[in-house]
């Protein structure tokens, strides 16, 4: 058994939950396998490989469960999976749910130090990696910690022939013979995975979803997102091994019986390539990518098939959702969530009338109403901690079906986080408006102080986002001697564009922005470093910036 995953929300709650039918009350790999037996030979993902059925995955899972469960992992055990979009991803989350197991999913192309503190912390007794991706050696580098993490006993290397020194060969976990085993059936209450938060915390947090809190509660966020009964067909842009990407094993196909459509990297022109080809759904990514997507093809592309661009990981611009609209021709949903435990997304009614900057003086960025069969969502006030008025400004807490177990082997983020009834403190800063319509303003800790003086990185980026010769930008922070902190605008222009800092100071005065909210320098890219997750890379553009001024 690996370390200790406590709920910190009520039993009583979460019995609720099940009993009014926000939760299926099973356990993941029964869900799959109830979706197996009805449809066997329907599509249930489309790689680089080809295509793959419902009957063929499932054997395959099962396969992988009886290896390793002959490797000695058991139901409690954490298992980290290292590997980008691909069936080994996806029959690694089935094997270990059917062995009661917990997966720990994080992004390949995170370095070294990363993976073992998130191994060292969750107590994981194997990992299963990537040989070869992009230049990344992910199963010859943790073989290095075989010895050195007390509970790690296995890295499994996945992708190539024959494996790294001291690795498991992947192949070697699949026995010709598994007609006895016999899955596991654990509490659906109890934890499925471990999300890994790309927050700014000084070791990336890591917190434990239960069967429910996965299949139920991040499974009605995509209820609400089909609009027939057929079942999904999602493309995934981002990593099946983020949060974002936890809709994917567990929620696209255990709850819904659906389809899932990967790549094993993002490329503009691949993603748009398989919108024609494999004829998605719903599309799952970050706005930085329909930018790109924009730019590089998508009026030209069939998206005859597309409900929605469902686009997260960071704030969605008017300009961006109008454009994306009228291209792909579909809902763009503009959604709001975390590891941490929140969710909240717009509707077609919202994005359809252009709503996504706030138009009645609240500021913010509208992200919809809260779907209490998700996560329900209350402000609290950062002055006194009491419930906040609608129209005022406070931090975000949420809680509800999708709320996660708890933080892994950190009780301090515990305390800080959540409440002694389950609530989740989520660091954002947020508005309810008079119609309950959520509205993020901002992150708590990504406020610059200059001389004394708050500025939200975010409410500029907003404004500097509509300027018509930006295609994209992130706002930071940089050092300064004598005002502690300065605002630094890092911009990608549309191209053929000439932007500098005086006209993006003019359009912010121009649109009413104050001057000491203006950034006060201005750094030229071609594209914005992303984090494996997808999310905009702050530290790379503070090391980039750094790098230019000197």
């Known amino acids: 058994m690996s370390v200790a995953l406590h709920d910190l929300v009520p039993r009583k709650l979460r019995r609720t939950w099940a009993a009014d039918g926000s939760y299926p009350d099973l356990d993941l790999y029964s869900l799959f396998r ?3 037996c009805q449809h066997p030979h329907r599509t249930a993902l489309v790689d680089n490989e080809g295509e793959v059925s419902y009957a063929e995955l499932d054997a395959l899972a099962r396969q992988l469960a009886a290896g390793l469960a002959a490797r000695g992992v058991q139901a409690g055990d954490v298992v980290g999976i290292q590997l980008p979009n691909c069936r080994a991803a996806v029959i690694a989350d089935l094997a270990l749910a059917a062995l009661g197991a917990v997966a720990l999913p994080f992004p390949a192309g995170r370095g070294m130090r990363e993976a073992e503190s998130l191994l060292r912390r969750s107590e994981a007794v194997g990992v299963l990696a990537a040989a070869q991706f992009r230049g990344h050696h992910h199963a010859t580098d943790l073989a290095q910690l075989l010895g050195q993490l007390p509970t790690l006993r296995f890295v499994v290397s996945v992708g190539i022939d024959f494996a790294p020194k001291s690795c498991v060969p992947f192949a070697e976990l699949f026995p010709g013979d598994y007609d006895d085993f016999v899955p596991d059936r654990p509490d659906p209450d ?6 890994v938060s790309s927050g700014s915390e000084s070791e990336p947090k890591m917190v434990a979803y239960s069967h429910n809190a996965l299949a139920g509660g991040r499974g009605n966020f995509m209820a609400s997102l089909l609009t027939d009964d057929r079942p999904p067909r999602s493309l995934f842009l981002v990593p099946l091994a983020t949060a974002f990407g936890s809709n994917g094993t567990a929620v696209t196909l255990a709850r819904h019986g659906g389809a899932l459509i990967l790549l094993d990297h993002f490329s503009p022109r691949e993603a748009l390539a398989s919108i024609q080809r494999h004829r998605p759904t719903h599309v799952l990514g970050v706005p930085t990518m329909i930018r790109m997507m924009l730019e ?13 661009l469902v686009l997260g990981g960071s704030q969605l611009d008017a300009t961006t959702a109008r454009e994306a609209q009228q291209a792909f021709g579909c809902t763009v949903v503009n959604l ?6 929140v969710n909240c997304h717009t509707d077609i009614d919202e994005i359809d009338s ?17 779907d209490p069969r998700v996560a329900q969502i209350r402000i609290d006030r950062v002055d006194t901690g009491r419930t906040a008025a609608p129209g005022e400004t406070g931090e975000i807490v949420a809680r509800g079906p999708m709320t996660p177990l708890c933080y892994v082997g950190d009780p301090q983020l515990d305390s800080r986080y959540r409440t002694s009834d389950g609530w989740v403190r989520t660091g954002d800063l947020g508005v309810l408006d008079p119609a309950g319509r959520l509205h993020v303003v901002g992150r708590l800790k990504e406020i610059v102080i200059r001389g004394g003086a708050n500025i939200s990185p975010a409410e500029v980026e907003r404004m500097l986002a509509t300027h018509p010769d930006v295609r994209d930008v ?10 502690g902190e300065r605002l630094a605008a890092c911009v990608v222009p549309r191209p053929g564009s000439v932007l500098d800092l005086e006209g993006l100071c003019a359009h912010l005065a121009a649109n009413g922005m104050e001057r000491g909210k203006h950034p006060e320098s201005l750094l ?3 594209a914005l470093p992303l984090t494996p997750a997808g999310k905009p890379d702050r530290a790379a553009l503070q090391t980039r910036f750094t790098t230019v001024q000197h």
């Open 336 to 341: 709001y969530g975390s590891a941490d435990g």
């Open 354 to 370: 252009g709503e996504i900057n706030s138009d009645d003086g609240t500021s913010g960025v509208l992200v919809g109403r809260p």
């Open 524 to 526: 030229l890219l071609d």
């Open 296 to 308: 590089n093809g998508a009026a030209e592309t069939d998206t005859s098939a597309l409900t929605a």
């Open 474 to 483: 992130a706002c930071i922070g940089v050092p300064h001697d004598v005002l």
């Open 34 to 36: 109830a979706r197996r």
């Open 190 to 195: 109890a934890a499925a995975r471990i999300l």
